[in-house]
C-alpha cells in the first residue's frame, strides 16, 4: 500500500506544473484524496481535495483559482496542476488519502518537491 | 474557512508527560486528528476522531478534549517521540486545516 509523487522541479514564477502520485495496493477509485504540502522549514498545509469518484473538489484559499485537482481511477493515479506558480508555492507536495477507515490522511506520500524560482 | 492554535515548542524530559494543546473554535463541532513527522519524512497519524489510537501506535499517545481545546498527551515520553506534531481538523463542507505543529524536544 503506497503512494508514490513525481513531476516535481524548478519552474520559474508564473509558469506551469504537472505533479502526478501513483497509487498501489489498494483500490484507488473508492477514497477521496488529497494533496498537502510544507514550505522549506514550516507547516503542513491543506492544498485540495477530491472525491473518490472525481465528482466535487475542494481547495485551500490560497491556491483556488490557480491549482486544479484531478484523478484517472483506471490509472489509478492523483494529479494537481499548478498555474500562474508563485515563489510562495514553493515545497514538498505530499498526496495522502484515507484509506483505513481511521482518517482522511492515514496514508502519505513521501513527497515531491516544487521550487518557484527565477 | 477556521484556524488551529498550537504552542510552537513543548520539552519533555525522558520518562516524563508531555501535553501538547490544539485550539479552535470549530473543535466541538469538528473531529480532531494527530500526526507526527520527523525530519525528513512523511506526517504519521497518531490519534484520530479525537481520541482513538491507530493499531501500531504506542499506548503512551493518548488524546483528550474539553470544548474548544484538544489535548495530545504523551506519557512517559522517549527520544524517539522527539518530533513535530500537528493536530489537524474539518472535513465537513470539504475544507481541511492543520494546526501550526509544535516541536516537541526530549531531553
Known amino acids: 500500500v503506497q503512494l508514490v509523487e513525481s513531476g516535481g522541479g524548478v519552474v520559474q514564477p508564473g509558469r506551469s506544473l504537472r505533479l502526478s502520485c501513483a497509487a498501489s495496493g489498494f483500490t484507488f477509485s473508492h477514497h477521496g484524496m488529497h494533496w498537502v504540502r510544507q514550505a522549506p522549514g514550516k507547516g503542513l498545509e491543506w492544498v485540495a481535495m477530491?472525491?473518490?469518484?472525481?465528482?466535487?473538489?475542494y481547495y485551500a484559499d490560497s491556491v483556488r483559482g490557480r491549482f486544479s485537482i484531478s484523478r484517472d481511477n483506471a490509472k489509478d493515479t492523483l494529479y494537481l496542476e499548478l498555474n500562474s506558480l508563485r515563489a510562495e508555492d514553493t515545497a514538498v507536495y505530499h498526496c495522502a488519502g484515507g484509506v483505513n477507515g481511521t482518517s482522511a490522511f492515514d496514508l502519505w506520500g513521501q513527497g515531491t518537491m516544487v521550487t518557484v524560482s527565477s | 474557512s477556521f484556524d488551529l492554535t498550537q504552542p510552537p515548542s513543548v520539552s519533555v524530559s525522558p520518562g516524563q508527560t508531555a501535553r501538547i494543546t490544539c485550539s479552535g473554535d470549530?473543535?466541538?463541532?469538528?473531529?480532531v486528528y494527530w500526526f507526527q513527522q520527523k525530519p525528513g519524512q512523511a506526517p504519521l497519524l497518531v490519534i484520530y476522531?479525537?481520541?482513538e489510537r491507530p493499531a501500531g501506535v504506542p499506548e503512551r499517545f493518548s488524546a483528550s478534549t474539553s470544548g474548544t481545546i484538544v489535548t495530545l498527551t504523551i506519557t512517559g515520553a522517549q527520544a524517539e517521540d522527539e518530533a513535530d506534531y500537528y493536530c489537524?481538523?474539518?472535513?465537513?463542507?470539504?475544507?481541511?486545516?492543520f494546526g501550526p505543529g509544535t516541536k516537541v524536544t526530549v531531553l
Open positions: 477530491i472525491w473518490y469518484d472525481g465528482s466535487s473538489q
Open positions: 476522531k479525537d481520541t
Open positions: 489537524q481538523s474539518g472535513g465537513s463542507g470539504g475544507l481541511h486545516v
Open positions: 470549530s473543535l466541538p463541532k469538528e473531529y
